[in-house]
């Protein structure tokens, strides 16, 4: 199960990090990803990196303000996001690739 952590409410162009933390199955074995859901939306992939950590992607809606990375000593990941905008409102979420078990998210808020 991974578990993320760490939204709020931010002013449009503020920055937050978000972490999740990862159990109950081996860490290193997966690519691993965010990913975002607003309301009245789907669920948006945001960004993924491999099981090594050398491989990165982001869609063009958050490449340049996004980053994401992984700590395996800890289980642990992380979004920085920066430059944030209000249509980055949203509720977020880790999962491995391919996704398991999706916890609560944590909920991001960009007021204007």
């Known amino acids: 199960q991974l578990q993320a952590s760490g939204g709020g409410l931010v002013q449009a162009g503020g920055s937050l990090r978000l972490s999740c933390v990862a159990s109950g199955f081996t860490f290193d074995d997966y690519a691993v990803g965010w990913f975002r859901q607003s309301p009245g939306n789907g669920r948006e992939g945001l960004s993924c990196?491999?099981?090594?950590?050398?491989?990165?992607y982001y869609p063009d809606s958050v490449k340049g303000r996004f980053t994401i990375s992984r700590d395996s000593a800890k289980n642990m990941m992380f979004l920085q996001m920066d430059n944030l905008k209000p249509e980055d409102t949203a509720v977020y979420f880790c999962?491995?690739?391919?996704?398991?078990?999706w916890g609560q998210g944590t909920l991001v808020t960009v007021s204007s």
């Open positions: 999962n491995r690739i391919p996704p398991s078990i």
């Open positions: 990196i491999s099981s090594g950590g050398g491989g990165t």
